[in-house]
């Protein structure tokens, strides 16, 4: 009996701590663009190529060697041509592919740009467009490939083009004002590639932290439910056992003790017996654990029950309950959300603590609120104002692990109206405050 309830236990903690640990888990670098935007992208820039070249033969009448040009366009349809026949243009591109890619279109730039003037024409602007997409979807090696493909390409159409035609002569600009255009795009483009691969860096994470947060508040729902079905099922199967209880008592009344059939009987009720107190255990279990997320606990309970998986910690924990204006403990809904986010923070608190974790748990009419302090090296003053952001780790790594768990913890707990602040103790240690707003815990509670 104590052996299954002790496997049970067992089974939920790590299915807890496999939740917690895959909301970590890194996404792959790879396959962040569809190939069939940067073909589509690709057909937009023939057509812009193209059209440029008849306005400007055509309408503006200036001559420009289109033999070479046309052969150049064709390239990048041929490309495209090729990638759709192969794919569909529908794959996902890994960072080499679409750092290949984006190195083609500098390439077929360049080229066009090096036949009508370099950088005297005005289009070499565009050169910055595949460096812009790459610094959006692409690792930072690949952008730092990128960027030094472009300032090539800027460096050659500086020294070496073909004039631009201009009303039937060729425009020729001073040496100093090439330099002066190449020094400025090239300047450009490696701001503009730092900073959009920056903010693009940064939506990412924010984008995956996120996604981690909601993978590990529905795996805490599972385990929840699975909790309640636990319960749901020991009472759906109680009656049944019952009778069988029954039946084999009545049946060890009738047959005699000397009989062959006796000791199977004794063996079938006692295994009967067992069932039913493994049933009643079951049913039990998910109260005492919280396992149902409608349950309603006291908010110390609430506290208890989030720390169960993290008690293996060197450090210990005491629960300090405080009534700050003599009232009752309120009594909160155990929500998935809560039980996660403030088990996070004790996690942090246990792992870095040197031997004690505090939690004070104070109430009155109007707040609640949580102080989590331990007595470990504290947050980093550099970090205070960004503890709470993804992939930060406040304190010296241990674990290995990348900075989520406080962020995931926030957010959780901010879904519940809670505010979470960071701090360091005075005398040493860190300390997580947070706070709720009375009438919206009593909200939780109707």
């Given at each position: ?79 495209n041509l090729l990638v759709m ?270 031997r004690e974790v505090e939690v ?40 290995g692990h990348m900075g989520l ?42």
């Amino acid at each position: 009996m104590a052996s299954t309830t002790e496997d049970i236990d067992r089974s939920r903690a790590g299915a807890k701590r496999e939740a917690r640990g895959a909301a970590v888990v890194p996404p792959l670098p790879d396959g962040r663009v569809n190939g069939r935007t940067l073909v589509m992208m690709r057909w937009i820039a023939i057509s812009g190529q193209l059209t440029s070249m008849a306005v400007i033969t055509e309408l503006l009448k200036i001559e420009l060697p289109i033999p070479p040009m046309l052969a150049t366009v064709g390239a990048s349809v041929l490309l495209n041509l090729l990638v759709m026949l192969q794919r569909g243009g529908q794959q996902r591109l890994t960072d080499r592919d679409a750092t290949l890619y984006l190195a083609f279109d500098t390439l077929q730039l360049t080229l066009l740009l090096y036949l009508t003037g370099g950088m005297v024409n005005p289009f070499t602007i565009l050169l910055l467009a595949p460096l812009t997409v790459g610094a959006a979807i692409l690792s930072v090696w690949n952008v730092c490939l990128l960027t030094l493909v472009n300032q090539l390409c800027c460096a050659v159409l500086a020294i070496w083009h073909f004039p631009l035609p201009w009303d039937g002569e060729n425009l020729v600009m001073p040496p100093l004002y090439l330099t002066g255009v190449w020094i400025g795009l090239a300047m450009a483009a490696v701001m503009l590639a730092s900073y959009v691969f920056r903010v693009a860096h940064e939506s990412r994470r924010i984008s995956d932290a996120l996604s981690a947060s909601q993978m590990a508040l529905a795996r805490e729902q599972r385990l929840s439910a699975l909790g309640g079905l636990a319960a749901a099922a020991a009472h759906e199967l109680s009656t049944p056992l019952g009778t069988i209880v029954v039946v084999a008592a009545e049946l060890a009344h009738e047959v005699p003790k000397d009989s062959p059939m006796a000791e199977d009987i004794a063996l079938l009720r006692s295994q009967s017996l067992r069932c039913r107190d493994i049933l009643a255990e079951l049913a039990r279990k998910p109260e005492a654990d919280g396992g149902d997320p409608f349950e309603r606990l006291p908010l110390t309970a609430l506290i208890d029950a989030a720390s169960t998986c993290h008690r293996a910690a060197p450090a210990t924990l005491r629960i300090v309950p405080s009534a700050l204006d003599g009232s009752p403990e309120p009594v909160i809904r155990r929500r998935p959300e809560i039980i996660h986010g403030v088990g996070n923070l004790l996690q942090n608190a246990l792992q870095f603590a040197q031997r004690e974790v505090e939690v004070i748990a104070a109430w009155d009419a109007d707040t609640v609120r949580l102080t989590i302090a331990d007595d470990g090296p504290g947050f980093p003053s550099h970090l205070l104002s960004r503890i709470g952001e993804p992939y930060i780790s406040a304190r010296s790594d241990r674990s290995g692990h990348m900075g989520l768990g406080i962020f995931i913890a926030a957010t959780l707990l901010g879904r519940t109206g809670a505010r979470v602040e960071f701090c360091n103790r005075r005398q040493g240690g860190a300390q997580v405050l947070v706070h709720w707003e009375r009438t919206i815990l009593d909200m939780e509670e109707a």
